[in-house]
Nanobody
Framework: QVQLVESGGGLVQPGGSLRLSCAAS????????MSWYRQAPGKEREWVAS????????YLANSVRGRFTVSRDNAKNTVYLQLASLKPEDTAVYYC?????????WGQGTQVTVSS
């Protein structure tokens, strides 16, 4: 079955960096676009980034553009989200998502906390 497993979250100081990973299985990873979302406490889940099949067209939300980078390694069935210049407002649970035959699949999420 489809599985998405995020990792790499943690506690980081403002201005710091993290790299999140999402390992995928149960489907043909190289044939699917992938996305990252996040959900802060008390807020709705919001889209952060997406990357197309080949990785040549990354898309980033305005709030993270210039600070976050999305990439993928089709040989490893993994999508990455590089977070830099982190701010306290980036604190959230980060999820990866893919859509297969009109059904959305989510990982369990990884917590990112930005605090001094």
């Amino acid at each position: 079955q489809v599985q998405l497993v995020e990792s790499g979250g943690g506690l980081v100081q403002p201005g710091g960096s993290l790299r999140l990973s999402c390992a995928a299985s149960g489907f043909t990873f190289s044939e699917n676009s992938m996305s990252w979302y996040r959900q802060a406490p008390g807020k709705e889940r919001e889209w952060v980034a997406s990357i197309t099949i080949s990785g040549g067209r990354p898309y980033l939300a305005n709030s993270v553009r210039g600070r976050f980078t999305v990439s993928r390694d089709n040989a490893k069935n993994t999508v990455y989200l590089q977070l830099a210049s982190l701010k306290p407002e980036d604190t959230a649970v980060y999820y990866c998502k893919t859509t297969l035959r009109s059904a959305d699949y989510w990982g369990q999420g990884t917590q990112v906390t930005v605090s001094s």
